[in-house]
């Protein structure tokens, strides 16, 4: 009995600990849950199912009510409704209401917002953009008077030069947008036939501060004014009117214009002084610009690896499918993380790729040494008095206490980096009259360095120069001068060093960049009491080719934009403009560049309006891509807004109807397809012209295209073999379909063998 009651009484104590156990768990469950921090989130819901926006706003509530609970938990939750160009929104979340909602069946995907960050007077003229030129692509167009540029970055200086709407013609008429006024921004003053829109988006800002953002200690404002001045830039670029005499203290001193100088600005604030760009900020403003009828889209910002991909994580990518599919080209740069390869970013095969290269411009600080020679220092700005003969001292036999003591006071430094740092304010303070810095060249030519003591680049060997100077002269001196400009010869174009490369780090058979466009040392304006200065980046590549994309889409209405792309890579040029020297790439040391570096090659507006041929894509095509990236089919059919299976087997990415031919993994005799669309003459005749890559073979099927009264497109083949023996690094060639000269429609080819294949 005793016994029994024993084992009756521990086993009721065993139940009390276990419920007591499970309590315990349960509060921790919902204490944790209780603390989950809520983050930012976007919600795709792929292609609307409303042509009322009120209705798709309405089935946003919908799907968040049914995970909140209530109206207002729905209301205060959500920061943006996408209901125009595509539908989807948003909101607050935590990470377990985010995991809840991605399964819901009319989802496409979340994803938690991850910031991007921000990637002239002689530019056109170099591109033969020319005005006094009776023909051509910017008279055939009126200079892009009736196209629409939005710009998604940091908002616009209204009131420069490079703004005025002289001679504009009314608005287009199919224009929706809006002039929204703020801080120091009035909209009825502001804006203008020129500035046809201008709104800032802080939704997405304000939520990541949780409602403590302030504007004034970030030296924001929260208006459509820009701060930072990289809108101002990129939109005058683009688009900036004729401004005569525009110049930096003297420097780059000519007229203004943009690529379009007669085309129109919308300008979208996204991007915000220290803080980046906010997807669901991005996103609003794209949604927006789809309704207000813009033209092109120019995004002068970008990601870093490792990028996301374009259906399952990356939000900008499926607002951009949404705006081409509706016609509408938009135009990324490429990235700032050169030389380095697989750091291009925009990689998605709708989206028109920048890379950034140097043009037939030069400035050089003039750095006179004691004996009397001169050497020219680079990527360097100094508009002030020239710094008479000083003493010279080296970096390296200073302590900081020394620099501290005043040992450096109005001496020059001489210091070698192996990375860039500004040193520039810390020696100023402490009494140095100039700097010279030897290190490795970035090709970056900006005007935001202090012009009020001299801070000269020059490479490792003119810096060991200067050295041996230094330790074999008792008292080495030397002066430096005011920078001057230098154009044309012997300067030729090369690819910067800072222009993020190829291949492409997601579907590395999908080439980028597209194209290149000079992006160092651009003149335009900026929101300053000189009203001009020099920036540098694929930023400043990219809306020149913006401009050049709204010209095109002026004169052919009809294109898409894949077609657009091919145009601009299959008549790019490989050489310089004017001195026909291959185009180098600058790395360590200078090659010649490569599809990874540029693409098809310099945009070459001379030629782009008139291709011959082009190979396009639409519906169909992208759907090709997104099977053979793997993207599963319900994702693939809630971003195309029906029910879509991919065929099986599973297509070839190589088949993608890309304006070039990237074969990563090449082990086996391969064919690959292609098809070209006609946009030449009825009754062209064109012959196959190929450059190999080197141990490579190639045979084109069929080798002649004749493109009869009936004949809009022919598809031909391309079977690809092998000789290596062994793996390989990427070779590259080309293959030009030309009739005798009149066009020459030239694709680059880039193949890498792989008899062992290190990819699982």
């Known amino acids: 009995m005793g016994f029994s009651s024993l084992i009756v009484s521990n086993h009721r104590k065993h139940i009390a600990l276990v419920f007591i156990c499970l309590v315990l768990i349960l509060k921790i469950a919902l204490v944790s849950s209780a603390n989950q921090e809520s ?77 991007m960050k921000l990637a002239t007077t002689r530019v056109n003229d170099y591109l033969g953009l020319t005005p006094s030129t009776p023909s051509g692509l910017l008279h055939e167009t009126d200079m892009g008077s009736e196209t629409i540029i939005g710009i998604l970055d940091t908002g616009i200086w209204p009131d420069s030069k490079s703004f005025y709407d002289k001679g504009l013609g009314p608005i287009p008429a199919r224009w929706k947008g809006q002039c929204v006024s703020g801080e120091g921004f009035n909209a009825s003053s502001s804006c203008n036939r020129k500035l046809i829109g201008a709104r800032y988006y802080a939704k997405g800002l304000l939520e990541k501060y949780n409602g403590t953002f302030n504007a004034t200690e970030k030296d924001e404002i929260m208006s459509p004014l820009d701060r930072s001045g990289h809108g101002t830039h ?101 990235g700032n993380d050169g030389p380095h390869s697989q750091t291009v970013s925009n990689v998605a095969p709708w989206i028109i790729t920048v890379a950034a290269t140097t043009m037939d411009r030069e400035f050089f600080t003039p750095i006179t040494l004691g004996n009397n020679v001169t050497i020219l220092g680079q990527e360097a700005i100094y508009t002030g008095k020239e710094v008479g003969f000083a003493d010279i001292v ?13 040992k450096a006071k109005g001496k020059i430094m001489l210091a070698f980096q192996t990375k860039p740092e500004d040193i520039a304010d810390y020696l100023k303070s402490n009494g140095v009259v100039g700097v010279i810095i030897a290190s490795r060249p970035y090709d970056i030519i900006e005007s935001g360095i202090s012009t009020d003591i001299p801070y000269v680049y020059v490479d490792f060997e003119v810096g060991m120069d200067i050295m041996l100077y230094f330790q074999t002269t ?89 077609a657009i792309r091919s145009a601009l890579v299959t008549t790019a040029l490989q050489t310089d403009p004017f001195g026909g020297e291959p185009i180098s790439a600058e790395g360590s040391p200078r090659n010649p560049a490569t599809p990874f570096d540029y693409g098809g090659g310099l ?100 080798e ?57």
């Open 704 to 760: 002649t295209l004749e493109f009869g009264p009936n004949t809009k497109k022919i598809t031909f083949t391309v079977k690809v073999s092998t000789t290596h023996r062994w793996n390989t690094d990427y070779y590259f060639g080309s293959l030009t379909w030309t009739d005798n000269g009149a066009h020459n429609v030239r694709i680059p080819l880039s193949v890498r063998t792989r008899l062992f294949n290190f990819k699982i």
């Open 394 to 406: 080296n970096w390296d036999d200073l302590t900081n206490d020394d620099i501290l003591a005043g």
């Open 39 to 115: 983050q930012i989130y976007t919600v795709h819901l792929g292609e609307r199912q409303h042509d009322d926006p009120k209705l798709v706003t309405d089935s946003h509530h919908d799907i968040l009510r049914s995970l909140l609970g209530s109206k207002k938990a729905s209301r205060e939750s959500m920061i943006y409704s996408y209901r125009h160009g595509f539908s989807g929104f948003s909101a607050k979340l935590t990470p377990s209401q985010a995991k809840e909602l991605s399964e819901h069946p009319d989802v496409v995907h979340v994803t938690r917002s991850k910031n």
């Open 234 to 334: 990129c939109a005058s670029t683009a688009v900036g009117s004729f401004v005569q005499d525009a110049n930096f203290f003297g420097l780059g001193s000519g007229t203004a214009r943009g690529s379009a100088p007669r085309a129109r600005i919308a300008s979208y604030k996204v991007c915000w002084n220290k803080d980046g760009c906010y997807p669901p900020d991005m996103l609003k403003a794209i949604d927006h610009a789809i309704r207000d009828g813009v033209d092109v889209l120019s995004l002068s910002l970008g990601g870093t690896v490792p990028l996301e991909f374009e259906v399952d994580r990356t939000d900008f990518s499926i607002a951009a499918f949404h705006a081409v599919m509706k016609g509408i080209p938009v135009v990324c740069a490429g």
């Open 603 to 702: 945009v070459n507006p001379g030629k782009v309006a008139d291709p011959g041929l082009v190979y396009d894509m639409g519906y169909d095509e992208y759907v090709h891509y997104l099977c053979s990236a793997g993207y599963k089919n319900k994702s693939i059919s809630n971003l195309l807004g029906k029910m879509y299976t991919c065929p099986s087997p599973t297509p070839s990415m190589l088949d993608v109807n890309m304006p070039s031919i990237t074969i990563p993994y090449l082990n086996e005799e391969i064919i690959v397809t292609r098809t070209v669309t006609n946009v030449g003459p009825v009754g062209s005749v064109y012959k196959a012209v190929i450059e190999p890559p080197l141990g490579i073979k190639l045979q084109v099927s069929p």
């Open 474 to 562: 008792k008292f080495p001196k030397a002066k430096i001068s005011p920078t001057k400009s230098f154009v044309g010869r012997p300067f030729s174009t090369k690819v910067a060093r800072f222009s993020s490369r190829g291949p492409n780090s997601i579907s590395p058979a999908i080439l980028k960049p597209d194209i290149a466009a000079p992006g160092s040392g651009i003149l335009a304006a900026v929101p300053s009491e000189e009203g001009y200065g020099f920036m540098t980046g694929t930023s400043m590549a990219t809306p020149i080719v913006s401009g050049i994309v709204a010209l095109l889409k002026q004169k052919r209405p009809d294109w898409s934009p894949a």
